[in-house]
Structures are given as structure tokens and as C-alpha cells.
């Protein structure tokens, strides 16, 4: 561990004060990173502090004349940083490096300060502004660092309100160039040189890093001959036919056979060169081909990069843990070819690639491939030729994609869930018109027909079917994030309270609910309504997986309320759930669970698993639109006891000013639809338009109706000032709002009231106008005729 002084002071007698302070905190925070004990890590903290504390007194007791300062004694740092695995340093509030250990040495080649590291300038800034956070947090995190090509992640930790602790993960990769570089530099590098093999470490801007001894005194002339940070390229020439030759043996020198093996991912990789004789390369003799064979299997097996080599016939003959791990291989049985790791339709192109270049195609190739295990996820697969090494012939690259190809299905099925979301809200907002159109002539038809009537109960059926399809529609909106919420300031465990006699009622006498509810619950914001909608929905979800396990036992549904901290979800690292304090749901059933290939379809619409008629596959699409919208996030999983588990996370809201609604509101009805006045009508579906003319002539009203918005511009000039402008929001040629803002530059105080099949709250953010009304379709006569009377009595 190095320990590096502070500047010098104006006081020397206040050095050793702050000295014992910063050797107390720093010694706590390395035993807070590398043993991750807090009572230990306060210990030393204080000690270092309670001798600051000591020094200081004796100063001011004595105050007698220190000649010669005490050195800061960094040895139990020292000795806690050296078993950690990580690289380690720690920076002041001045931001001077005031100790690390020998990892960080070795790691950045030497002891630069945090953040300014020998790294891209881009990776300068995110280290400085993960600093900040850090400072302001408490703690930061920043992934995939590359350092000489290798990711590396960092931790920052403040310890006190003095120190960061810097905490560099991933360094094995770099251990492994080191490796490799020794290697080369040494015995084993001698040995392949015997083999006629000759090995060099190329920097990724060309510089040779390594070589053994036999490139030494084939480029340079003597085998102790310094090649390290000279340009690779300048010590080979080509001629007019290809062939590679050395530059100091001329164009009559042996041809050289070059091949290239990738190292690690990154464009500030290394690679490994290997050099071969064409000649040897030629005879191919055993005693060669099998020690040049053995000492490539031993380095390929360090190599991070997942390889394989292949022979002449197509059999594999070596992979190291890398590709064995990437083509996801039973060690117990591998493969004899590499045909057999692919599906079907994948084989006879792997193969012919195989063949070809086992029989000295001189470039490598690249493609794609489809493993039997995991047919949807296409990986890439190098191949090149690897003559003269013995019985190898082809060299396999692939490229362990595990955790990208998770991060792309994620994104995928993200992607594929906003499409599908945009195109149900677009058939669902087109749906909302017909509805309209369909509710309003029947109660344009109930108006001329009561009770009794033969054709009555055939209009209140006809209104009831359209009822439920306009559920449907407001279900699909759920989904796509466009329905119109009203929320407020609540607490979880009231809305499960209010429902909890429905759920009663739902589950039935066989199936026992546990409610659970948490201390310190933050509130949140959301629509109470919609919410309870959400507890419904999975909760009946929830009896049927118990009821088709059990039909006769039932089982239990468990729901749980809990405060979820900011510092829990840092713990919980998860790349989906932002930073903050969340107020958590959990319900969970003793049911079937839910299949591991039917877990991520499980949101998507028109998604079921139940028999034909009786789902409709819009029950968790709607609640994961419905959180989505209220700004919170819902994970599902298997429980480890059996049974499904939903977990939804709703952010605490902070706002000091507001209140907590206990109930919902409620809006008193009057019951006189009557008015007068004239009605600016604008309504680009004919069917709704019609409709809504004849409803507010019917109770009284002028209406003047118009297609579009520049229709209803030119009908405005052509007529005295209305009472009130009612329109629809997305029409063709001129939208509503464009429409409704020229309107107002001539009528300032016009009222509007908007109708439309999208939500409320996506609206008014591109509605920037005061005193507008809003809608929602599909609406009924009487709907729109109170909607009507309240904007005119606002007025």
C-alpha cells in the first residue's frame, strides 16, 4: 500500500491532526470495501480519529515545540488492501491520491489520481462525474472502463465527509495480459521458439509489446535484443505475390506464415501474433507440428476470448473453459465436431467453412450461427486456418455473449412491447369513434322509446354490448400508456383496504387472503381507481393458477406492502429499476407459477394461457400499462416456496405541499342538461359528428358544424363570435389544438372543450392553452351534454 503526503501546510503543527484523521478514515473505509464490516470499519475510523483528538489535546496542553513529525503509519491499510482481489485507492476532498494499493499500481502502471486515469477522455468524464455523485450520494457506480482493452467496473464510496474510496472490479482480464505477456518473455516463450514458432504482443496502436527470444534474433539479430514499444509492422515487408518476410532478412528471406489471435473484446485490445515459417509450415513435420501444438493449447486455454481448434477431418482437438462456457457444452460429454453445437439448418454452411479452411484457405472468415440450446439467438463465429500446428488445422473464435444477448432480448422485448403498445392505442383511439357513434344513437333511440317497449330492451343490449367493448378499449389504452388517470396522493394500504371485501368476494371460500403491510410506507401518486384494477386483475389471475392446481384445496394469496429505501435498490443493482425510494407491492399465490419460456410474453396483449373464451389475454397487459403510466415499475417472477410472485415498485412521492387523499372524489351531478348558445362543433368522423349535433340540438343548443380545422376557420369568419368551441384533437390537414390557438388569437376568452379517444394527460402536454375542457371518448349523450352545461357555467 502506497501512502502519499499531503502539500505542506502553513502549520506544521496541525500535520499530524489531520494525518491521524485521514489514516483513521481511510482505514475504515478499506475495511468497509474489503471485509464489508461496518462495526470493524467504524473501529478503526474512530481510533484514527480519537488520536487526532489525543494529539490535538496534547498540543494545546503542552504546547510544547514538535522538532521532527511522525510519519502516518499506513501499515493496516496496507496489510487489509492486500487481500482484496480489487485494485484500491483513496482520494481526499482535494482530490490527491492519498494511498492505494499494488493492484492499482500494477493496474494503471503506476500512481495516477483518480479520476484523471490513463484512460479514453471519455472515460475521464464519466469517472469525474461519478466522483460527484459519489461526494452527493454517497455512493456511485460505473461500468465497463476499458483500461489497455480490458472492461473494468468502478465502485466510489465516500466514507465520512473526507474520503472516496475507489474501488476498481474486473482486473483478472488485464492478469490474464500479464500472464500471457510472461509467458512469451520466458521459458514457455523459448520452448515455442524451439518449436519453430515465434510470438509477439501487439499493442493496439501496432507497438510490440512482448516477444520471445527467437522473433528477437529473427527481426533484430540478436535474441536479447530490446523490441518492446517499437513499430510491429516496420519489421515485416511484403512482396509483389503476398508473402510476408522479415525486413532484415530482405526479399530472399523465408516467407512467413501470420496468424492472429484476438485477445480480449475492445478496440484498445492486444493481440497475439504468432509467426511460422512457411517451410515448416509446408513439411508440417510431427515433432514440430506436436510441440508447437501442445505450447498453442497452453496458451489459448489463458486466453478470455473463447477458441477452439479443429483438425483436418473437423474434429475438434482442443477449447479452453471460454468456449466451452459460450457454446454452453456439457464437459462431461463434449462434441466430437463443431456441426453438432448447431441447429439444423446451420450445419452444412459451418462445415463447408470447416473444410475450406482446413484445406489452407489463406483469410479468416466470419458467420453467423444458431446453438441447438438457444436457436433465437444468432452468434458470430471467426474462422481462420492453423496450419503447421500439429494436428490443428482451423482456429474457432466466438464470442461470449451471454449477458449482451440477454441486455438485447430485454431490449427487444421492450422495443416489441411500445410497438404493440402504439398500435393498440391507435386501434383502440379509431374503436373509441365507432363507439361513440354506436352509444349515442342508441340512447338517441332510447329517448324515443321507455320501458316496456319491444325494441327498448333490444337498444339497452345493443348499449350494453358496447359498454363492454368500450372496457376493452380502455383496457388497450391501459396497455399503450394513453388512458386518462386521476390521480392522487395516497396510500397503498388504503386502496388494499377498500378492495379487500371485493377480493373476499372474488377469491371465494376455498382460497385464504394475508394481507401484510409494511412500517414507514412513503405515499404515492397514482389513480386509485386504476390501482385497485391492478390488485383485481392479478388477484383473480392468482385464483384461477391456484384453482387449476387445487381445485378443491384453493391455496393462499398473499399481498404485502413495503417501504423499499434508495440504499436497497443500490443493493438490488438491477438495470431495469432506477435509484430512489419506492413504495413496494408484492402478491403472491401458491399456484402452478408460471413457465420460464412464458415469462417474458407474459405482458403482452392478447397474450393468455387460458382455454378458448375464457380470457382475453388483456388482464396483465392492463396492469402493466396502468404502472407504467403511474410512473412505477412491475417484475415477475417465480416464488421459491411454488407459486407466481408480482413485486410492483411505485416511486414515494416527495411533494411537501401535498395531502393524501383517504377517498376519492366525487363530483355532484345536477340534473338539468338544458342550455342555450351557440356550439362551434369540429369533427372529422362524420358518424360522431352527427351524433353530437343531434344530442346538443336536442337540449337546446345552436350547433354549427365543421369537418376540420381549416373548415372551421372559415366558418368562424363568416360568423358572429359562439359560446363554445367543442373539437376533436387529431384530425387531418389542421389538428385541433393548431386550430383552437388561431381561434383563440381572434377569441381570447373562448371556451373549448376537447374530445378524444387518446388520454387526457398526453394531451395537455401539447395542448398549451388555458381554460380547456377535456373528454374522453367513446361518451354518451348525456355525458356530452353535462360535459357541455359545465364548460358554459365556468364561463
Not at 618 to 630: D, P, R
Request: glycine fraction near 8%.
Amino acid at each position: 500500500m502506497a501512502s502519499l503526503p499531503a502539500s505542506p501546510s502553513a502549520s506544521r503543527g496541525f500535520l499530524p491532526f489531520a494525518a491521524a484523521i485521514l489514516a483513521g478514515i481511510a482505514a475504515g473505509a478499506l475495511v468497509l470495501v474489503t471485509l464489508n464490516d461496518r462495526a470493524v470499519a467504524i473501529g478503526f475510523a474512530a481510533a484514527g480519529i480519537l488520536a487526532a483528538g489525543l494529539l490535538f489535546a496534547a498540543r494545546r496542553l503542552f504546547r510544547t515545540q514538535v522538532v521532527e513529525e511522525a510519519p502516518v503509519d499506513w501499515r493496516v491499510a496496507h496489510a487489509l488492501a492486500a487481500a482484496s482481489d480489487d485494485a484500491l485507492a483513496v482520494t481526499d476532498r482535494a482530490g490527491r491520491l492519498v494511498c492505494a494499493n499494488a493492484r492499482f499500481e500494477a493496474l494503471f502502471a503506476g500512481w495516477p489520481t483518480p479520476p484523471n486515469l490513463p484512460v479514453s477522455e471519455d472515460a475521464v468524464a464519466a469517472l469525474g462525474a461519478a466522483a460527484r455523485a459519489a461526494w452527493r450520494d454517497g455512493e456511485a457506480r460505473l461500468d465497463d472502463v476499458e483500461v489497455f482493452g480490458a472492461p473494468v467496473s468502478t465502485r466510489i464510496a465516500r466514507v465520512g465527509e473526507e474520503s472516496l474510496v475507489w474501488r476498481f472490479i474486473g482486473v483478472q482480464a488485464l492478469d490474464v495480459t500479464a500472464q500471457v505477456q510472461a509467458l512469451i518473455g520466458g521459458p514457455t516463450g523459448d520452448r515455442l521458439g524451439t518449436a519453430g514458432l515465434m510470438t509477439v504482443m501487439v499493442t493496439p496502436s501496432g507497438r510490440v509489446r512482448a516477444a520471445n527470444r527467437v522473433f528477437r534474433a529473427r527481426a533484430m539479430g540478436s535474441p536479447d535484443a530490446p523490441v518492446e514499444g517499437r513499430d510491429f509492422a516496420r519489421f515485416l515487408i511484403t512482396d509483389s505475390m503476398g508473402l510476408v518476410r522479415f525486413e532484415r532478412e530482405g526479399l530472399d528471406g523465408t516467407p512467413l506464415r501470420v496468424l492472429q489471435i484476438p485477445f480480449l473484446d475492445g478496440e484498445e485490445a492486444p493481440m497475439l501474433v504468432a509467426l511460422l515459417d512457411e517451410e515448416n509450415a509446408a513439411a508440417a513435420t510431427p515433432a514440430i507440428g506436436a510441440s508447437a501444438s501442445a505450447h498453442v493449447r497452453s496458451l489459448i486455454a489463458l486466453l478470455p476470448s473463447a477458441m477452439a481448434l479443429v483438425d483436418r477431418d473437423g474434429r475438434f482437438v482442443h477449447m479452453n473453459d471460454a468456449f466451452v462456457r459460450a457454446a454452453r457444452i456439457n464437459p462431461a460429454a463434449p462434441p466430437l465436431y463443431p456441426i453438432d453445437l448447431v441447429v439444423r439448418e446451420d450445419k452444412a454452411a459451418l462445415a463447408d467453412a470447416v473444410r475450406r479452411f482446413a484445406s489452407g484457405a489463406p483469410q479468416s472468415a466470419e458467420m453467423t450461427v444458431r446453438f441447438t440450446d438457444i436457436p433465437d439467438e444468432p452468434v458470430a463465429l471467426s474462422i481462420a486456418g492453423a496450419r503447421g500446428l500439429g494436428d490443428a488445422a482451423v482456429l474457432l473464435s466466438l464470442k461470449d455473449s451471454g449477458e449482451e444477448g440477454k441486455l438485447k432480448r430485454q431490449i427487444a422485448q421492450a422495443t416489441k412491447m411500445q410497438a404493440v403498445g402504439q398500435l393498440a392505442g391507435g386501434v383502440a383511439h379509431d374503436f373509441n369513434n365507432i363507439l361513440t357513434a354506436i352509444i349515442g344513437h342508441c340512447d338517441l333511440m332510447a329517448m324515443r322509446h321507455s320501458p316496456g317497449d319491444s325494441d327498448y330492451d333490444d337498444i339497452q343490449q345493443i348499449r350494453a354490448n358496447s359498454n363492454r367493448a368500450a372496457s376493452l378499449t380502455r383496457q388497450l389504452l391501459a396497455f399503450s400508456r394513453q388512458q386518462t388517470l386521476r390521480p392522487q396522493v395516497l396510500q397503498l394500504p388504503d386502496v388494499i383496504s377498500e378492495v379487500s371485501n371485493l377480493l373476499k368476494r372474488l377469491l371465494g371460500e376455498t382460497v385464504r387472503l394475508e394481507v401484510k403491510h409494511g412500517r414507514n410506507l412513503g405515499p404515492v401518486r397514482a389513480d386509485p381507481g386504476q390501482l385497485e384494477q391492478v390488485v383485481v386483475n392479478l388477484a383473480v389471475n392468482a385464483r384461477d393458477a391456484m384453482l387449476s392446481k387445487n381445485p378443491h384445496g384453493g391455496g393462499t394469496l398473499t399481498i404485502e406492502t413495503m417501504a423499499v429505501p434508495a440504499s436497497e435498490v443500490r443493493r438490488m443493482d438491477d438495470d431495469v429499476l432506477p435509484v430512489g425510494d419506492y413504495t413496494a407491492l408484492r402478491i403472491a399465490d401458491t399456484g402452478t407459477g408460471i413457465p420460464p419460456e412464458i415469462l417474458p410474453k407474459i405482458f403482452e396483449p392478447f397474450f393468455t394461457t387460458k382455454e378458448v373464451g375464457k380470457g382475453t389475454g388483456l388482464g396483465l397487459s392492463t396492469v402493466y400499462g396502468i404502472i407504467k403510466q403511474s410512473g412505477g415499475f412491475i417484475f415477475a417472477d417465480n416464488a421459491r416456496g411454488g407459486g407466481a410472485e408480482f413485486t410492483i415498485y411505485l416511486p414515494v412521492h416527495t411533494a411537501p405541499e401535498a395531502a393524501v387523499a383517504k377517498t376519492p372524489m366525487t363530483r355532484e351531478k345536477q340534473g338539468d342538461l338544458w342550455g342555450s348558445g351557440t356550439i362551434l362543433l369540429v369533427e372529422d368522423e362524420d358518424m360522431v359528428r352527427a351524433v353530437a349535433e343531434r344530442a346538443l340540438t336536442r337540449q337546446g343548443y345552436t350547433v354549427v358544424t365543421a369537418e376540420n380545422g381549416e373548415v372551421a376557420l372559415e366558418t368562424l369568419a363568416e360568423m358572429d363570435k359562439p359560446d363554445l368551441l367543442i373539437s376533436d384533437v387529431v384530425m387531418p390537414s389542421m389538428d385541433g389544438p393548431t386550430m383552437a390557438r388561431q381561434i383563440r388569437a381572434r377569441y381570447p376568452d373562448l371556451p373549448i372543450l376537447f374530445m378524444s379517444g387518446y388520454a387526457e394527460e398526453q394531451l395537455r402536454r401539447s395542448i398549451d392553452l388555458a381554460n380547456v375542457a377535456f373528454l374522453p371518448k367513446p361518451f354518451s349523450v348525456q355525458q356530452l351534454a353535462e360535459a357541455t352545461r359545465d364548460v358554459l357555467a365556468a364561463k
